[in-house]
């Protein structure tokens, strides 16, 4: 996000547009509940690392009170604000450790966390205390959350939910030259990926993503269609080989070997969750498993290791999709 921060430093000196100064009281629709908000919040706690950056990248970090549910460590250009927030949990946070921090908005990345059946709690519970909730688009919009372990999408994912995330943030927070500025350099991003592969024919290109496993012995979480991971990979012209519609479904390996994708895309977390989220064990389980070891994929040495949040709706996707549309372009992995 380098881009971005020179883009922010620079940002009265740009030339870009003034985006309009934020009206309050302000009143927002997120995900069918009403917000309103009499000032910009002096205190936020976020659950779910992709809101987190968001709203480092927005240069916010000082509202921060509290952070949670983390994949991966936070990206090294947020590192020494990261340092100063203190973290409840590296998974989901207790509602009585959120509720502490004395939070005048709580972000989350997913309705699991923060919804009608919320490990952390209910919307309502949080709004009967007057703390307004934040959900990422990206998780309620086109999205049936009360099916699947992870929920089913009923539409294809749609970036644009970022956007409106990276927009509705800023608006709240009243920095809305920010929030244009960092959507700007994600779009950029993501064109730039694309046009990496353009002119490349990868209509035969198949690819599977494996996010983790509860134990190596079972059944993975790979991605399903429609969701953030099939984005990426629809967007750069390769196709899913899973066909569920459940974010992260578990599919055996005799039924992806039979697919036989030509690319497998791993996920790398520094959570330890669970044991595949080791991605080295995920490595050491595709060369040496009887069935996945034949897969043309792992013979040929096409594993793309990624980072977990780079998987996820924030701003990450857009690193992913440049390390994805790299190896498609080259036909082998980054170094």
């Known amino acids: 996000m380098l881009r971005f921060a020179a883009l922010l430093a620079g940002l009265g000196l740009s030339g870009l547009a003034q985006a309009a100064a934020t009206h309050y009281p302000l009143k927002i629709d997120n995900c069918g509940q009403p917000l309103s908000f009499a000032h910009a919040p002096q205190r936020a706690v976020t659950i779910g690392q992709a809101g987190t950056e968001i709203l480092y990248?927005?240069?916010?970090?000082?509202?921060?009170?509290?952070?949670?549910?983390?994949?991966?460590?936070?990206?090294?250009?947020?590192?020494?604000?990261?340092?100063?927030?203190?973290?409840?949990?590296?998974?989901?946070?207790?509602?009585?450790?959120?509720?502490?921090?004395?939070?005048?908005?709580?972000?989350?990345?997913?309705?699991?966390?923060?919804?009608?059946?919320?490990?952390?709690?209910?919307?309502?519970q949080f709004h009967e205390l007057n703390?307004?909730?934040?959900?990422?688009?990206?998780?309620?919009?086109?999205?049936?959350?009360?099916?699947?372990?992870d929920g089913t999408r009923t539409q294809q994912f749609q970036v644009e939910s970022i956007y409106k995330s990276v927009s509705q943030l800023a608006e709240i927070f009243d920095v809305q030259d920010r929030?244009?500025?960092?959507?700007?350099?994600?779009?950029?991003?993501?064109?730039?990926?694309?046009?990496?592969?353009?002119?490349?024919?990868?209509?035969?290109?198949t690819a599977l993503f494996w996010f983790s496993s509860a134990d190596l012995d079972i059944d993975p979480y790979v991605a399903g269609r429609q969701g953030v991971a099939d984005f990426m990979l629809q967007t750069l012209g390769v196709r899913n080989v899973v066909e569920s519609t459940e974010e992260w479904p578990t599919v055996g390996w005799e039924t992806l070997a039979k697919a036989?994708?030509?690319?497998?895309?791993?996920?790398?977390?520094?959570?330890?969750?669970?044991?595949?989220?080791?991605?080295?064990?995920?490595?050491?389980?595709?060369?040496?498993?009887?069935?996945?070891?034949?897969?043309?994929?792992?013979?040929?040495?096409?594993?793309?290791?990624?980072?977990a949040e780079a998987m996820q709706a924030g701003i990450r996707l857009f690193r992913g999709l440049e390390t994805l549309s790299s190896a498609f372009a080259s036909g082998k992995p980054a170094p």
């Open 131 to 149: 703390i307004p909730t934040y959900l990422l688009p990206s998780d309620c919009e086109g999205k049936d959350n009360l099916t699947g372990a």
């Open 57 to 124: 990248a927005l240069g916010l970090g000082d509202k921060l009170a509290g952070t949670s549910l983390w994949f991966n460590d936070v990206l090294p250009e947020f590192k020494t604000l990261n340092d100063k927030v203190e973290r409840l949990a590296d998974n989901d946070p207790s509602f009585e450790a959120v509720v502490g921090k004395r939070p005048q908005l709580v972000t989350a990345q997913f309705e699991w966390m923060v919804g009608a059946q919320g490990v952390v709690g209910t919307r309502e």
């Open 260 to 307: 036989n994708p030509t690319w497998l895309i791993i996920a790398r977390m520094d959570r330890r969750r669970f044991p595949a989220d080791d991605y080295q064990k995920k490595l050491e389980f595709l060369r040496s498993d009887p069935v996945a070891k034949n897969l043309d994929a792992v013979k040929a040495g096409r594993i793309i290791v990624l980072d």
């Open 179 to 205: 929030g244009a500025a960092l959507n700007t350099d994600l779009q950029a991003r993501l064109a730039q990926a694309k046009q990496r592969l353009a002119g490349k024919d990868l209509s035969g290109t």
